[in-house]
Nanobody, 126 residues
Framework: QVQLVESGGGLVQAGGSLSLSCAAS????????MGWFRQAPGKEREFVAA???????ASADSVKGRFTISRDNAKNTVYLQMNSLKPEDTAVYYC????????????????????WGQGTQVTVSS
């Protein structure tokens, strides 16, 4: 049974930092591309950042230069380091796993990820 468990969310003031983790189990982690998405109240889920099984990364324009995604295959964990947080970053953050060999995989498209965590709340106060 595949499980993705996020941790590290919380309340922080604008300009502060948080580090999210997502621990994966039940899958061969190195064979999966990993992504972070977020969903704010009343809004659609949106892409934040992704890291391929190869290690290449991509991030949304709204978080470029502030958020960094990384992975540790030995620990089956993907991370999202969030710096210079803004109130508009407030959302539930989800990690997701997409099979690297899936030909239709598009790291910015939530529908191409097969597994999802339960989410962790990030709240940035002004």
């Amino acid at each position: 049974q595949v499980q993705l468990v996020e941790s590290g969310g919380g309340l922080v003031q604008a300009g502060g930092s948080l580090s999210l983790s997502c621990a994966a189990s039940g899958l061969t982690f190195r064979n999966y591309n990993m992504g972070w998405f977020r969903q704010a109240p009343g809004k659609e889920r949106e892409f934040v950042a992704a890291i391929r099984s190869s290690g290449s990364t991509a991030s949304a324009d709204s978080v470029k230069g502030r958020f960094t995604i990384s992975r540790d295959n030995a620990k089956n964990t993907v991370y999202l380091q969030m710096n210079s947080l803004k109130p508009e970053d407030t959302a539930v953050y989800y990690c997701a796993a997409g099979l690297a060999l899936y030909s239709a995989y598009d790291r910015r498209n939530a529908h191409t990820y097969g597994y999802w965590g339960q989410g962790t709340q990030v709240t940035v106060s002004s």
